[in-house]
């Protein structure tokens, strides 16, 4: 195909040369030709942002770019059309991105734990200077949820979005799973491997899958979740113990982000939404997405069930993701950024966590004595709680462990059975309790 004579190049000033900037530079030279043809000129990266311009790199930088320690030099250089921004964290990273936009250009980032606690005002800026500011690349690494939510989402209304949102706490999880890998080295590869981030616990105590699910809340519901309520929890404290005992009942565990509608007590709908570990039966392909693979499941009043999966992080994964928004700002996209035609979304109603349902699975260690199943039963019975299934363990020194599968009760009345129990001094160890799916 001949593409229109005297056509400029699309210029990008890219932003970080890690795992993600190394991919992206890998793929403009491996895709140039597709790239050029697709976006109907060439893509080309003029300069990039390090922190340390000396460094040993597995990438180098394409031949006519030049590596940087000076941001302005991507932001006021007006030969520049866009920021690709792939060096994450929040300061210099927002800082980056505003003076971008305050410069004219158009913003390609992976950065959702800024978007996600800190981006409305950035998408609000974007927006009132008609400016691209695109996040593929943000959420669920390859898997392209985000321009599905805006655009080929739009004629349905979402009730439910749930899925594996963190590449690396999924990786763990499958090694310790097969017994492959412990916790720890099985982090320490993921970290090789290149899908953590810079600072881990963002990863296992479950930040990173919060940041993306804020993100896929505004898409599916347009409304502004605010960051620091949404509760959250992660992977730390998941015991081999507990996922063999999961395996024993059908369920492996995962760790979960969703957000549904949820009927609330003024007639009105309110999101229930958190990012939690969960025991999920191995029936729902969930159960088996394994490693670095994210999946997404969403229900829709039109479409009825949608199932996405792919991997959720790593180099080429994630900067296909960014250089397909790039194409898109190269072609002259629409910022249509928060896929709602007003950037100032309103607050989300929330449902307070302790008013959600769900079955629990309860892991109880006891003394080993008459009548301490009574009264485990009736500190649940109090709370109105009714036990599906149950196993006893042989333990050591005369200390047991008990587990229960409840039917649906809420996360209130589980949290106040468990406090009878301690106050009833029935429990030798802190109770260990997850959601069921
Ligand atoms: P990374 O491997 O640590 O690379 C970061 C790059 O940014 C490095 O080249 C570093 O320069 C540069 N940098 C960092 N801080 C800087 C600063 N203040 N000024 C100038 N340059 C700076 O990180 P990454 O894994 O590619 O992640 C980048 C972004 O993508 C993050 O927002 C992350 O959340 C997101 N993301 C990552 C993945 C993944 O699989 N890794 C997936 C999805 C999204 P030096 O090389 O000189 O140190
Ligand atoms: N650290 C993230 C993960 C990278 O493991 O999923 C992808 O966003």
Same mark, same amino acid.
């Given at each position: 195909?001949?593409?229109?004579?005297?056509?400029?190049?699309?210029?990008?000033?890219?932003?970080?040369?890690?795992?993600?900037?190394?991919?992206?530079?890998?793929?403009?030279?491996? =895709?140039?030709?597709? +790239?050029?043809?697709?976006?109907?000129?060439?893509?080309?990266?003029?300069?990039?942002?390090?922190?340390?311009?000396?460094?040993?790199?597995?990438?180098?930088?394409?031949?006519? !770019?030049?590596?940087?320690?000076?941001? !302005?030099?991507?932001?006021?250089?007006?030969?520049?059309?866009?920021?690709?921004?792939?060096? *994450?964290?929040?300061?210099? $990273?927002?800082?980056?991105?505003?003076?971008?936009?305050?410069?004219?250009?158009?913003?390609?980032?992976?950065?959702?734990?800024?978007?996600?606690?800190?981006? #409305?005002?950035?998408?609000?800026?974007?927006?009132?200077?008609?400016?691209?500011?695109?996040?593929?690349?943000?959420?669920?690494?390859?898997?392209?949820?985000?321009?599905?939510?805006?655009?080929?989402?739009? @004629?349905?209304?979402?009730?439910? %979005?749930?899925?594996?949102?963190?590449?690396?706490?999924?990786?763990? #999880?499958?090694?310790?799973?097969?017994?492959?890998?412990?916790?720890?080295?099985?982090?320490? /590869?993921? /970290?090789?491997? @290149?899908?953590?981030?810079?600072?881990?616990?963002?990863?296992?105590? *479950?930040?990173?899958?919060? &940041?993306?699910?804020?993100?896929?809340?505004? #898409?599916? &519901?347009?409304?502004?979740?605010?960051?620091?309520?949404?509760?959250?929890?992660?992977?730390? @404290?998941?015991?081999?113990?507990?996922?063999?005992?999961?395996?024993?009942? *059908?369920? &492996?565990?995962?760790?979960?982000?969703?957000?549904?509608?949820? $009927?609330? +007590?003024?007639?009105?709908?309110?999101?229930?939404?958190?990012?939690?570990? $969960?025991?999920? &039966?191995?029936?729902?392909? %969930?159960?088996?997405?394994?490693?670095?693979?994210?999946?997404?499941?969403?229900?829709?009043?039109?479409?009825?069930?949608?199932?996405?999966?792919?991997?959720?992080?790593?180099? %080429?994964?994630? !900067?296909?993701?960014?250089?397909?928004?790039?194409?898109?700002?190269?072609?002259?996209?629409?910022?249509? =950024?928060?896929?709602?035609?007003?950037?100032?979304?309103?607050?989300?109603?929330?449902?307070?966590?302790?008013?959600?349902?769900?079955?629990?699975?309860?892991?109880? +260690?006891?003394?080993?004595?008459?009548?301490?199943?009574?009264?485990?039963? @009736?500190?649940?019975?109090?709370?109105?709680?009714?036990?599906?299934?149950?196993?006893?363990?042989?333990?050591?020194?005369?200390?047991?462990?008990?587990?229960?599968?409840?039917?649906?009760?809420?996360?209130?009345?589980?949290?106040?059975?468990?406090?009878?129990?301690?106050? $009833?001094?029935?429990?030798?160890?802190?109770?260990?309790?997850?959601?069921? %799916?």
């Amino acid at each position: 195909m001949n593409l229109p004579r005297g056509q400029k190049p699309f210029v990008v000033g890219l932003a970080g040369l890690g795992t993600v900037g190394g991919g992206l530079v890998r793929l403009l030279e491996e =895709n140039a030709e597709l +790239t050029r043809l697709r976006a109907g000129r060439d893509i080309v990266v003029k300069r990039i942002l390090v922190r340390d311009a000396a460094k040993a790199r597995e990438v180098s930088p394409p031949a006519d !770019a030049e590596l940087t320690t000076d941001a !302005a030099a991507l932001t006021d250089d007006p030969e520049i059309d866009a920021l690709a921004e792939l060096i *994450g964290g929040i300061d210099q $990273a927002r800082a980056l991105i505003d003076r971008a936009l305050d410069k004219g250009k158009h913003v390609v980032t992976a950065n959702k734990a800024l978007l996600a606690e800190d981006g #409305l005002a950035l998408f609000k800026k974007a927006e009132n200077n008609n400016l691209v500011l695109r996040c593929e690349a943000a959420v669920a690494g390859a898997i392209p949820i985000v321009q599905t939510m805006k655009e080929s989402l739009t @004629g349905n209304r979402v009730t439910s %979005l749930l899925g594996i949102l963190n590449g690396t706490s999924n990786y763990i #999880l499958s090694e310790m799973t097969t017994g492959n890998l412990d916790f720890d080295t099985a982090l320490k /590869q993921a /970290q090789e491997l @290149g899908y953590a981030e810079a600072d881990p616990s963002l990863d296992i105590d *479950g930040h990173d899958a919060a &940041h993306k699910l804020i993100l896929l809340i505004r #898409l599916a &519901h347009g409304v502004d979740y605010p960051y620091a309520t949404l509760p959250v929890s992660g992977i730390r @404290g998941i015991s081999v113990m507990d996922i063999r005992l999961a395996e024993e009942f *059908g369920y &492996h565990i995962k760790l979960i982000g969703r957000v549904r509608e949820v $009927a609330d +007590t003024r007639g009105g709908m309110s999101l229930e939404a958190g990012v939690f570990p $969960a025991l999920v &039966h191995n029936r729902y392909l %969930l159960a088996r997405v394994n490693g670095v693979y994210n999946a997404i499941r969403v229900e829709a009043n039109a479409a009825g069930s949608l199932f996405f999966h792919g991997r959720g992080a790593g180099a %080429l994964p994630t !900067a296909g993701a960014a250089l397909s928004d790039l194409v898109a700002a190269a072609r002259g996209a629409p910022a249509d =950024n928060t896929g709602f035609a007003r950037p100032d979304l309103p607050q989300a109603a929330v449902l307070p966590w302790e008013d959600g349902r769900s079955s629990f699975y309860v892991r109880l +260690t006891v003394r080993d004595r008459p009548g301490v199943l009574r009264d485990l039963a @009736g500190a649940m019975a109090a709370e109105e709680i009714s036990v599906a299934q149950m196993i006893q363990k042989s333990g050591e020194g005369g200390i047991v462990p008990l587990v229960f599968m409840t039917h649906e009760t809420t996360t209130r009345a589980m949290n106040k059975s468990l406090e009878r129990m301690r106050d $009833a001094g029935l429990l030798t160890e802190p109770a260990v309790c997850h959601r069921v %799916l």
